[in-house]
């Protein structure tokens, strides 16, 4: 059998948490590039939320910091009635 590398691993876990972070964010569209880099697009963004400091789209080098940022604009979001 086959060992794990070290990078294999963290990828797995990374894509790991990338497939909960779209379960706990279902308002946001998820997406990931070949080289790891984070994307998040929230199509209903409504122009008051923009006024507000809402964005529609969010990216981020890795889950954490995607994660961290959703919280921000979930918070904002909230505050702002949407």
Do not use: K
């Not at 909960?20 to 122009?47: K, V």
């Amino acid at each position: 059998m086959a060992s794990v590398t070290a990078s294999e691993a963290t990828m797995t876990l990374t894509y790991d948490r990338v497939r909960q972070l779209r379960e706990e964010n279902p308002d946001w569209d998820i997406r990931t590039s070949p080289g790891g880099h984070l994307w998040a697009f929230n199509w209903d963004t409504t122009p008051a939320q923009l006024r507000a400091g809402c964005v529609a789209t969010i990216d981020a080098d890795d889950p954490s910091e995607l994660a961290a940022q959703l919280r921000e604009q979930d918070e904002l979001r909230r505050a702002v009635g949407g």
